[in-house]
C-alpha cells in the first residue's frame, strides 16, 4: 500500500513558478512510477507527466515548461512548474504504478492524491 499526499499548489501570476511536490509512504517507492495528472473545472483528468527508473514523459502541453523528478531517498516526486499560464490552472494530482510503467493512462495508476490546487491569474 502506497500512500501520496500533493503539496506546494497556490496562486501565482502568469509567467511565475510553482514546484508541486508529491510525498508517498512505502518501502518499494522507488520502484513505483509516479505520474501527475491536472483537472480543469468543468474538464476531464488529463496526464502531465511521469516518471520512472528509466527516464520521464511530458505532455506536449506543458513540455519545456514543467519537469518532472524525484528523490527516492526522501520518497518524494516533484513538479517544476515555470512560465505558468492560465490555462495550467487546474487541480493537480500524483499518481503511483506499482507495475513501473510510466504510462499516460489513469487506469495504470493503482494509487492517487487527494491533490492541490493551481490558479494561475492573468
Known amino acids: 500500500q502506497v500512500q501520496l499526499a500533493e503539496s506546494g499548489g497556490g496562486l501565482v501570476q502568469a509567467g511565475g513558478s510553482l514546484r508541486l511536490s508529491c510525498a508517498a509512504s512505502?518501502?518499494?517507492?522507488?520502484?513505483?512510477?509516479i505520474g501527475w495528472f491536472r483537472q480543469a473545472p468543468g474538464k476531464e483528468r488529463v496526464f502531465v507527466a511521469a516518471?520512472?527508473?528509466?527516464?520521464?514523459s511530458t505532455s506536449d502541453s506543458v513540455k519545456g515548461r514543467f519537469t518532472i523528478s524525484r528523490d527516492n531517498a526522501n520518497n518524494t516526486v516533484y513538479l517544476q512548474m515555470n512560465s505558468l499560464k492560465p490555462e495550467d490552472t487546474a487541480v493537480y494530482y500524483c499518481?503511483?504504478?506499482?507495475?513501473?510503467?510510466?504510462?499516460?493512462?489513469?487506469?495504470?495508476?493503482?494509487?492517487w492524491g487527494q491533490g492541490t490546487q493551481v490558479t494561475v491569474s492573468s
Open positions: 499518481a503511483a504504478d506499482r507495475m513501473g510503467r510510466r504510462t499516460t493512462r489513469q487506469r495504470d495508476y493503482n494509487y
Open positions: 512505502g518501502r518499494t517507492f522507488g520502484s513505483y512510477a
Open positions: 516518471i520512472n527508473w528509466r527516464g520521464t
